[in-house]
């Protein structure tokens, strides 16, 4: 009777304790209103304008907050670890900002995954060092995942977590906002769940119309039929400022893979499997497009460390265009996921 005493006494104190940490994180919750201005920063000032050019250039990756790289695998995703040792987070962020120099000329550069105070990346504002490569450039940058504790692995747990997506482009946006979507989960998983958003940033043209840049990253842990009413959701949002008089482009990490992809292999050797997938061009009315380089995976799995022609790969990260834009050159750029687990898409396009 002693024993058992003693047990519900312990049981009832490990209760109330994980009640109370709950709470926290319930009351400390990051509950941004749908609809959010950013306002952008810049170094030196770029123009307002879009300056007159017959293409532009736009570039999205994926980088993972540097904790990626090819020695990765993540334990979220049937892996080991849970977040890599800060000589190799540094070493890696180092060798993603000395990439990201070639994109000095961009037009529009997409990041997703960027940290500025996470555990798992030990802290590092790597918004604050990425801009630093871009001092002529304009920032937009958006949360996405902002929780206080994350309480798993148990011996490792992942802890804090502040990330987000960023838009970083040569001219200033005459518009910048964060659009959030609906997070849609049980209680307890909506505790330590993404805040699935994108960056919607306007930028005018010296004819007067308005080209619009949306920046996508649909986080990993949704659910699947989250995944589909936010894909949906953004179709619709997409439609909307193309039916308004703009042109439109969205483009991202996914977290599908986009219609018609095939999982044979890759030319470059790498396996390929599917994701989770939906009939994108259904949703989409006649004259869009979807444009992706098919001879290349623009991710991998993290169940292990990257091994070429072992590792599984694929597809999630592509641009899809409004009707009165042309793509005339679509490329993914293979890094042998060295930095990331996901690697650049290029996309070179004009406007009609």
Known sequence: MKFIKVLTTVL???IIIAGLFLLLLYSSQYTPEKITDINSRYSEKPPYLLPAKTTYDIVSWNIGAAVASDECDF????????????????????????????????DFLLLQ??????????EINQARE?????????????????????????????????????????????????????????????LFAQNNCCIINDYRLRNGKTLVII????????????????????????????????????????????????DTVFASGDKAFFEERLPLLEYLPEGWNLYYDEMTPTTRSLNAPYQKGESATTI???????????????ETISLGFQYSAHNPVFLKFKLN
């Open 215 to 262: 920046n996508v990253y649909n986080g990993n842990f949704a659910l699947k039929e989250n995944n589909d009413n936010l894909i949906q959701s953004l179709i619709a949002l997409m439609v909307t400022e193309y039916e308004q008089g703009n042109y439109v482009i969205s483009g991202g990490d996914w977290n599908i893979n986009p219609s018609n992809f095939s």
């Open 316 to 330: 999630t990260d592509f641009f899809i265009v409004s009707p009165n834009i042309q793509a005339t050159k679509t």
């Open 113 to 122: 995954e960027v940290d500025i105070n996470s555990k798992r990346s030990h």
């Open 130 to 190: 990425i801009n630093a490569i871009f001092p002529k450039h304009s920032f937009s940058f958006a949360l996405n995942h902002n929780v206080q504790y994350i309480p798993v692995p148990f011996f490792k747990t992942y802890g804090k977590i502040m990330s987000g997506i960023e838009t970083i482009s040569s001219s200033y946006p005459l518009e910048s906002v964060r659009y959030g979507f609906n997070k849609e989960t049980s209680f307890l998983r909506s």
């Open 12 to 14: 009832g104190f490990l």
């Open 75 to 106: 334990v979220f995703e049937g892996g080991a670890m849970t977040r890599p040792d800060k000589r190799l987070v540094d070493t890696t962020l180092s060798a993603i900002k000395d990439y990201l120099k070639n994109f000095i000329d961009l």
